[in-house]
């Protein structure tokens, strides 16, 4: 079993940066595929960022260049660096994990915290 605990939402002008975390609690025997992603209201959820058990990341094409995804393995959390933010990035923000390699694609995951909302104003 996998539990999650997002932390870092907050509000923010446009141009800033916020750094959102996740605490992991897992069973360190299997490894996991862990991504970040969102919704916004009215719209449907999305994948942001993924980040392999070997480490290789991926990205959706709006936030490339302007996120990182990391992860700590000796602490358990997983992190989103989000810089140069804009109003459209504003939603809830979640964090998925799966056993399996999941990339983006929110439905292959089936592990997920209850989320922390990022607000960016313009």
């Known amino acids: 079993q996998v539990q999650l605990v997002e932390s870092g939402g907050g509000s923010v002008q446009a141009g800033g940066s916020l750094r959102l975390s996740c605490a992991v609690t897992?069973?360190?025997?299997?490894?996991?595929?862990m991504g970040w992603h969102r919704q916004a209201p009215g719209k449907e959820r999305e994948g942001v960022a993924a980040?392999?058990?070997?480490?290789?990341?991926t990205y959706a094409d709006s936030v490339k260049g302007r996120f990182i995804i990391s992860k700590d393995n000796a602490k358990n959390t997983l992190y989103l660096q989000m810089n140069s933010l804009k109003p459209e990035d504003t939603g809830m923000y979640y964090c998925a994990a799966e056993s399996e390699y999941s990339g983006l694609r929110g439905y292959e995951y089936n592990y997920w915290g209850q989320g922390t909302q990022v607000t960016v104003s313009s």
């Open positions: 980040i392999d058990s070997d480490g290789s990341t």
């Open positions: 897992r069973n360190r025997r299997i490894s996991y595929c």
